[in-house]
């Protein structure tokens, strides 16, 4: 991941298929390589894939976590996820409830 070394508070995306969504959620919450996941059923996906653009139903996760748990995270998905390639972008949190990310920094774990 393009961050520097700071560790700071993530939002991070990952589509999946609307079927493995719950079970991805709760293990990236069970392996503390986050502390939340929202799980946004109803999504339509249109992209490009080998030369053709297709269409499919996905889930999305909405994953609340830090850098320094990414890479574990990342690892995480990769174990989980059935697409060849998967999304998984994070964008940084620049202000939050504070009660609520120290909540966050608590449910992650630091060997993560």
């Not at 700071?8 to 069970?30: F, G, M, S």
């Not at 992209?47 to 890479?71: A, H, M, N, P, Q």
């Not at 998984?88 to 060997?111: C, H």
Request: aromatic share 8%; glycine share 4%; hydrophobic share 40%.
């Amino acid at each position: 991941m393009n961050e520097n070394k700071e560790t700071c508070h993530l939002v991070a995306y990952c589509t999946c298929p609307p079927e493995k969504a719950d079970e991805i959620a709760r293990e990236l919450v069970r392996r503390r390589v986050c502390a939340c996941v929202n799980v946004v059923p109803g999504l339509r996906s249109v992209y490009t894939w080998k030369g053709e653009v297709e269409e499919d139903s996905e889930s999305l996760l909405v994953i609340k976590t830090r850098s320094d748990c990414f890479g574990a995270l990342e690892s995480a998905v990769a174990a989980l996820h059935p697409y060849e390639v998967f999304e998984l972008i994070a964008t940084r949190v620049r202000a939050g409830n504070a009660a609520y990310l120290r909540w966050l920094d608590e449910s992650v774990s630091m060997q993560a």
